[in-house]
């Protein structure tokens, strides 16, 4: 095998180097916060979207984005949604709100910005909220728990419409209050007025 030539050699080292200069993209983070949230039945509950991973007042930011969250309708009453701003004022038809909404235990937040590329790139932060989900816990009792997830193929566009590889987190949890105990206080109380009745009765018999 020959030995490259020295002029070669300065060619790979040049194009190594322009390489090494060029931003490599990495998936964004989606997740839904808070990762636990304690509720009972009745309580209403916002949870948020959140993207990270993004370039931080630099590319890769974000133009647009397309993401369901699948949960338990037995549990969980979807209420509606609120778009973050970070895309664009869509009062101000700087960005379209293109959220499918409710899907039966789904809900759809979609928007595409109409912003610039240099706009969307001096304007985001590297971690902001996508969207703000609301729900009521329509039955959860004891102890008892459920979960939201986000469904697979979430879609995300950088600002030049290009598509941004993307992860998800785990679920997150919602847990009724527990009330440990009161099963226990029961049997108690119920023991408790066998022995006095037990007792009025030696009583009488004497």
């Known amino acids: 095998m020959c030995c490259p030539t020295p002029f070669k050699r300065y060619v790979l080292v040049v194009l190594a180097a322009c390489l090494m200069q060029i931003p490599l993209a990495h998936a964004a983070l989606i997740q839904i916060q808070p990762g636990t949230t304690t509720a009972s039945t009745g309580d209403v509950i916002s949870l948020d979207l959140v993207i990270s991973g993004l370039g931080n007042f630099f590319p890769d930011s974000l133009g647009a984005f397309d993401i369901s969250v699948g949960f338990d309708a037995a549990a ?8 973050g701003g970070e895309l664009g004022n869509i009062g101000l038809f700087q960005a379209i709100d293109a959220s499918g909404g409710d899907l039966g235990g789904a809900v759809n ?4 910005s109409l912003l610039s590329a240099i706009a969307l790139d001096t304007q985001q932060p590297g971690t902001f909220t996508l969207a703000t989900l609301n729900f009521t816990v329509i039955n959860l009792w004891g102890g008892a728990a459920t979960q939201l997830s986000i469904l697979p193929l979430p879609v995300l566009a950088d600002a030049n419409g290009f598509a941004l590889p993307v992860t998800t987190s785990g679920p997150a949890r919602i847990q009724s209050i527990a009330v440990p105990g009161t099963l226990l206080l029961l049997i108690t109380s119920l023991l408790g007025w066998l022995i006095q009745v037990k007792r009025h009765s030696s009583m009488h018999q004497l």
Do not use: H, M, P
């Open 76 to 83: 969980l009453s979807y209420t509606g949604y609120s778009l």
């Open 109 to 112: 937040v979609a928007e595409v």
